[in-house]
C-alpha cells in the first residue's frame, strides 16, 4: 500500500524497466543508467520488475535497493509478460515524466535524456526508433517492417518502430491507457482519442550480450490480434454501446424481414433468406466486438488483482511488502 509522498519528494524522472531471466545484464543496466541520468537528471527512480526470473536476478535486484534508494524492486511470483510487468512499473511509477525501456541492455540508457528532453519541450509521447538495428534481418527486422506498417494502416498513426520499448511519456498520458496482452508496443495509437502529441526520436541499438531473446512467432500471432483489438479500442472509446446497440438493431431487422417473409408467401423466400443471412453475419461481427469488449473489462479486473502476485523491495517505504500478507 502506497503512502502519499510530499509533491517536494516526487522524483523528476521515473524509469521502468522490466526483466526477465537478465542476472547477467541487470547490474550493468543500472550502471549505464546512473552514467546517463546522474549528470543531469541525478533525481530519478528506477523501477526494476522482475517478470517470475528462474535465476537470481531479483536477488541482485534486492541490493541494488538496499545500496541506492532511488531504486524499487518488483517481483511476480509467476511470468506475466512485458506488458504487465511494464503496467506495474507505470502504476508505482511518482514522476511526472515516465521512461519505459528493455534492461536485457539492446536499449542504450544513454538516449533516455534525448526522449526526456522532447517531453520538456511540451511532447506528450517521445517514442524511440531503433537505429542500425543490431537483430536479425529474416526473424526480427522483416517481420518488423511488415507490423509497423500495417499497425499504422489500422490505427491510423504511423509510428516507424511500435517495438521498440525506449520511449518517454508524460504521465498523465500514460497512467490512463489500459495494457493489457502485449500492448505496450501499442500505447501511442491507444492515446490517440486523447489527443496526444507523438514525437518520434531516433535511438542507439546493441547486440544482445547476454542470454537469449524472449521473443517467438507465437507473440507475433498474439500482437495481430491485439491489433485488431487496439482498433476496437479506439473506434469505440467514446461510444463503448455501440457494439451493443448494433447488434440489437440488427436483430430487430432479422425480425422485420421475417415477418415479411411470412407474408410474402414461398415467392420471395429465396431473396429473404439471403438478407437474413447477411444481418445474422452482421450481429455476428457486433456480438464478437461486444465480446471482445467483454474480456478487456475482465483482463482489467484481474490486473486490479495483480498485487496478490508481487514482491516488492526498497529502501523507501512506501510500499508494503505483499509478500506477508
Not at 534486492?62 to 512499473?89: I, P, W
Not at 518517454?168 to 492515446?191: D, G
Not at 516488492?312 to 511488502?321: A, K, L, N, T
Amino acid at each position: 500500500m502506497r503512502n502519499h509522498s510530499p509533491e517536494a519528494d516526487r522524483p523528476a524522472v521515473s524509469v521502468i524497466a522490466p526483466a526477465y531471466n537478465e542476472a547477467e545484464s541487470i547490474g550493468l543496466f543500472y550502471e549505464q543508467v546512473v552514467v546517463a541520468l546522474d549528470p543531469v537528471i541525478p533525481d530519478f527512480e528506477l523501477i526494476l520488475v522482475d517478470d517470475g526470473s528462474t535465476d537470481s536476478t531479483f536477488s541482485i535486484i534486492e541490493q541494488l535497493a538496499q545500496k541506492d534508494s532511488r531504486v524499487t524492486g518488483v517481483k511476480f511470483r509467476r511470468n506475466f509478460g512485458q506488458t504487465r510487468a511494464m503496467a506495474t512499473g507505470i502504476d508505482l511509477a511518482r514522476a511526472p515524466i515516465l521512461v519505459t525501456l528493455d534492461s536485457d541492455l539492446q536499449n542504450d540508457p544513454g538516449d533516455i535524456p534525448l526522449l526526456v528532453g522532447e517531453i520538456s519541450k511540451g511532447h506528450d509521447i517521445a517514442a524511440g526508433y531503433r537505429i542500425r538495428r543490431q537483430d536479425r534481418f529474416l526473424t526480427r527486422k522483416l517481420p518488423s517492417v511488415v507490423a509497423n506498417w500495417l499497425i499504422g494502416r489500422v490505427t491510423g498513426l504511423p509510428i516507424r518502430d511500435n517495438g521498440c520499448s525506449l520511449k518517454a511519456y508524460r504521465a498523465e498520458a500514460i497512467k490512463q491507457v489500459p495494457l493489457y496482452s502485449e500492448m505496450h508496443r501499442f500505447i501511442p495509437s491507444m492515446s490517440i482519442p486523447g489527443g496526444v502529441s507523438v514525437v518520434e526520436v531516433g535511438v542507439r541499438h546493441h547486440a544482445r550480450q547476454f542470454g537469449t531473446s524472449k521473443y517467438g512467432l507465437a507473440r507475433i500471432y498474439r500482437v495481430f490480434f491485439d491489433l485488431l483489438v487496439v482498433r476496437l479500442i479506439i473506434s469505440f472509446a467514446a461510444r463503448p454501446l455501440t457494439c451493443f446497440g448494433g447488434a440489437g438493431a440488427t436483430a430487430v431487422l432479422i425480425l422485420i424481414v421475417t415477418i415479411t417473409a411470412s407474408m410474402l408467401g414461398p415467392e420471395g423466400s429465396g431473396q429473404v433468406f439471403l438478407t437474413v443471412s447477411m444481418l445474422i453475419g452482421s450481429a455476428a461481427v457486433f456480438l464478437f466486438m461486444a465480446g471482445v469488449t467483454i474480456a478487456l473489462a475482465q483482463e482489467g479486473i484481474n490486473a486490479g488483482k495483480r498485487l496478490d502476485d508481487e514482491v516488492v523491495c526498497g529502501q523507501d517505504e512506501r510500499i508494503h511488502p505483499v509478500a506477508e500478507q
